[in-house]
C-alpha cells in the first residue's frame, strides 16, 4: 500500500533467503486488514483487556458518495483510545468517536492527501502531514487550525511532508518530507526551531524518543539518524544558530542488502554468462522507539523489523515475516512489551518482545 505521490521503492528481495534466529520472541498474525478502501468505511478492530473479546467497529461517513474509492492515506488512535483520526485521498481529516460511531470533528484546509497524524499526549491537539507541503496542528476542543507550518523553500524536489510526530511534551512537531529533510517547529508559536540536514534522499519516518530531546528519522537513504534537538533556550523564537550544521547524533547502518545476479545465455553459448548485479533496495520506510527509550525499531522494504540500541547504533536484533515492505510500526503506549507492524503484503502483525539480561 504505496501512498499516493510518494516516490515508489523499486527492486525486491529474494523470497527464499531464510531469516535470522531471534530468541524469546512470539509472533501473532492477524489475518485481517486494519484499514483499506472507500473512506465511507473504517474499520476499527479493538480488544478488551478483561475478557480478550474482539470488537469491529465499523465508521461509516454517510455523506462521502458510494461510487469510487477514496483511499485513507492515514489513522492514528487518540491516547485515551476514544477517538479515531483518519486522513483520505479527499483532503479532509476525520475525527471519529468510536463507540458513537459518528464523526465529532471534521478538520479541512489541506490542498493534498494527508499522509501522516499524530495525537499529543494529552490529546488535545492533532497534527497532519500532506503533500501541500504544509503541516498542520489542530484544536481538537475548538475544533480549528491552530497553526499552518508551511516549507517555504523553492527546491526542485517535492517537498510534500510525508510523517509527523509530537514530542512527549506536546511543544514540538516534527516532519520528514521529500526533500530530505526534517523541520521541528514550536507548538504554540508556530515558529520553526529546526531544520535538520543529512539524509541522502527522501524521509519516510520520525519519531521523539522518550526524552523529547532527541529525534529519529528514517530515509529512503537506506538510514535511520539520531538527531539531538536545541536546548531549551532556542525555544519560543526562531533557532538564530547556523542551521547547515546538523546536530546529527548518530546514523543507524544495518537493513540488509539483497543482490540478485542478472543471467544471460547465448544461444550459440555452451555457458551462462552474468551480465549486471542488481541489488533490492533496503530503504527504512518506518520508525518508532519503545517507551523506555531503550530500542528504536525500524521497518524496511528489505521486509524486515530491527531493534536497534540508540547508545551504540547497533543492530540488536532482527525479526522476519512479512511478503513485502514493512511500512508501518508502531509500539504498545501502555508499557506493554507489544509492538505492531503492517506491510505490503496486507497483513498487520502483533509482536511480543522480551528483554534478556541487565539493560
Excluded at 92 to 121: C, N, V
Excluded at 304 to 310: A, E, I, L, S
Excluded at 331 to 359: C, K, V
Aim: aromatic share 8%; hydrophobic share 30%; charged share 25%.
Amino acid at each position: 500500500l504505496q501512498p499516493k505521490g510518494f516516490p515508489r521503492p523499486q527492486g525486491r528481495p529474494d523470497p527464499h533467503a531464510r531469516p535470522p534466529k531471534c530468541r524469546v520472541l512470539r509472533q501473532i498474525q492477524r489475518r485481517r486488514q486494519i484499514s483499506r478502501g472507500r473512506v465511507q468505511q473504517v474499520h476499527a478492530y479493538l480488544r478488551r483487556e478483561h475478557g480478550g473479546q474482539n470488537l469491529n467497529s465499523v465508521l461509516q461517513d454517510e455523506n462521502v458518495g458510494k461510487e469510487g474509492d477514496l483511499y485513507i492515506r492515514s489513522v492514528c488512535f487518540s491516547p485515551d483510545g476514544k477517538f479515531l483520526a483518519t486522513g483520505a485521498e479527499d483532503k479532509q481529516i476525520r475525527i471519529w468517536d468510536i463507540q458513537k460511531k459518528r464523526i465529532r470533528h471534521l478538520f479541512t484546509g489541506h490542498e493534498q492527501d494527508i499522509y501522516s497524524l499524530d495525537f499529543s499526549r494529552d490529546g488535545r491537539i492533532i497534527v497532519s502531514g500532506s503533500g501541500d507541503r504544509t503541516a498542520r496542528i489542530w484544536d481538537m476542543e475548538g475544533s480549528r487550525c491552530l497553526h499552518t507550518l508551511r516549507i517555504s523553500e523553492l527546491d526542485p524536489k517535492d517537498p510534500g511532508v510525508t510523517s509527523v510526530a509530537i514530542s512527549p511534551d506536546g511543544r514540538l512537531v516534527a516532519a520528514g518530507s521529500l526533500d530530505k529533510l526534517v523541520r521541528v517547529w514550536d507548538t504554540t508559536s508556530g515558529y520553526l526551531m529546526e531544520r535538520l540536514e543529512g539524509h541522502k534522499d527522501s524521509v519516510y519516518s520520525v519519531a521523539f524518543m522518550p526524552d523529547g530531546k532527541t529525534l529519529v528519522s528514517g530515509s529512503l537513504d537506506k538510514t535511520l539518524k539520531l538527531w539531538q534537538l536545541g536546548t531549551n533556550e532556542g525555544r519560543g523564537g526562531p533557532v538564530e544558530r547556523d542551521r547547515s550544521k546538523a546536530p546529527c547524533k548518530m546514523t543507524f547502518q544495518g537493513h540488509k542488502l539483497w543482490s540478485v545476479w542478472v543471467m544471460s545465455c547465448a544461444r550459440m553459448c555452451s555457458y551462462t554468462n552474468p551480465i549486471g548485479l542488481m541489488f533490492a533496495q533496503d530503504f527504512v520506510l518506518s520508525v518508532a522507539c519503545t517507551p523506555c527509550g531503550g530500542w528504536v525499531v525500524s521497518g524496511s522494504k528489505d521486509r524486515g523489523v530491527q531493534f536497534w540500541d540508540p547508545k551504540t547504533g547497533q543492530t540488536q536484533f532482527m525479526l522476519q515475516g512479512h511478503k513485502n515492505s514493512v511500512i508501518s510500526v508502531a509500539l504498545s503506549p501502555t508499557g506493554r512489551t507489544l509492538f505492531a507492524t503492517g506491510s505490503g503484503d496486507n497483513r498487520a502483525r502483533i509482536w511480543s518482545y522480551e528483554t534478556i539480561g541487565p539493560q
